[in-house]
Nanobody, 120 residues
Framework: QVRVVESGGGLVQAGGSLRLSCAAS????????MGWYRQAPGKQRELVAA???????DYADSVKGRFTISRDNANNTVYLQMNSVKPEDTAVYYC??????????????WGQGTQVTVSS
């Protein structure tokens, strides 16, 4: 079992910046991927950004050039730097940690979510 805890959400004006943090507890298995997803009211959860243990990143088209994901493997921590935020970035942001066990099976663990609200 991996515990995932997000922090850093809040209210920010359009054009401003916000930094989200996520810490995953230690695991006997490898945490291969960590990422941020978001869910706005009435919409499905969507990928915002993800990063592998090797540092490869993936971003949603809507946040490319504005958001940056980074990771501290030693502390199982991932960050999301959000710049030039827009009202459409308003959502609950969830952190995800994907674990690979000895049999190459993957398990996803989620945080409780942190609200990000961007005012216009």
């Amino acid at each position: 079992q991996v515990r995932v805890v997000e922090s850093g959400g809040g209210l920010v004006q359009a054009g401003g910046s916000l930094r989200l943090s996520c810490a995953a507890s230690e695991s006997i298995f490898s945490i291969v991927n960590m990422g941020w997803y978001r869910q706005a009211p009435g919409k499905q959860r969507e990928l915002v950004a993800a990063i592998t243990s090797g540092g490869s990143t993936d971003y949603a088209d809507s946040v490319k050039g504005r958001f940056t994901i980074s990771r501290d493997n030693a502390n199982n921590t991932v960050y999301l730097q959000m710049n030039s935020v827009k009202p459409e970035d308003t959502a609950v942001y969830y952190c995800n940690a994907r674990v690979e066990n000895y049999y190459s099976a993957y398990y996803d663990y989620w945080g409780q979510g942190t609200q990000v609200t961007v005012s216009s």
